[in-house]
């Protein structure tokens, strides 16, 4: 079955610090990745996506993702880390001309900062 | 252009009683889904719809009930409610793009509360 692991519940960094999550996939061929943020109470954006290419993407608020078809992952980076990137990340994928377009969802990290 | 658009934003039910979620989007997009969040479990799919006329079920339909009527709107009926059912409603959508470059829409999130 189509799946997408987020290894990690929670994280803790010291603000300043690096950060990268985890995400793999199990998919029979190479799916769309994403991941989103969410903020207490709020909705759900888009940090950055995936499709082919490049393996090293770039997003939005200084995020980064790598695509390691080896390792079946797409983890998110981020040099050095903001008091308001505490939040929840979501990594996603979506088959690959898939006549449905699921999106599914790994069971998010939790991003707690330290000053 | 209001996006996703999802009605009511929270709702208080007690057990047994029924209601039902509006999703509308102005976008013309075929494709809409509901999913629901609930704490350490990532976002999981109820039901989605690939067009006008037509329902499919996801991860986690038992419970919930959708008719996709109108393009624009996707509406999530729940007939009798569960203490389960409490958690926070997304509707996305999503249009099928030449390129591939096929990324979801979310709305704000309704949330539900079963008594």
């Known amino acids: 079955a189509q799946s997408v692991t987020q290894p990690d519940i929670h994280i803790t960094v010291s603000e300043g610090a690096s950060l990268e999550l985890r995400c793999n996939y199990s998919y029979g061929a190479t799916p769309y990745l994403f991941w989103y943020v969410q903020s207490p109470g709020q909705g759900l954006q888009l940090l950055l996506k995936y499709f082919s290419g490049d393996t090293l993407v770039q997003g939005i608020k200084g995020f980064e993702a790598e695509f390691k078809r080896s390792q079946s992952s797409f983890n998110l980076r981020k040099p050095s880390v903001h008091w308001s990137d505490a939040a929840e990340y979501f990594c996603a994928a979506m088959n690959y001309g898939g006549a449905t377009n699921k999106l599914i969802f790994g069971t998010g990290t939790l991003l707690a900062v330290q000053p | ?115």
């Open chain 2, 1 to 115: 252009n209001a996006g996703v658009t999802q009605t009511p934003k929270f709702r208080v039910l007690k057990t047994g009683q029924s209601m039902t979620l509006l999703c509308a989007q102005d976008m013309n997009h075929e494709y809409m889904y509901w999913y629901r969040q609930d704490p350490g479990m990532g976002l999981r799919l109820i039901h989605y719809s690939v067009g006008e006329g037509t329902t499919a079920k996801g991860e986690v339909p038992d419970g919930y009930n959708v008719s996709r009527l109108k393009k624009q709107n996707f509406l999530l009926g729940l007939e009798s409610a569960a203490p389960s059912q409490t958690s926070v409603y997304f509707c996305a959508s999503l249009v099928e793009t030449v390129s591939g470059a096929n990324v979801l829409t979310f709305g704000a999130g309704s949330r539900l509360t079963v008594l």
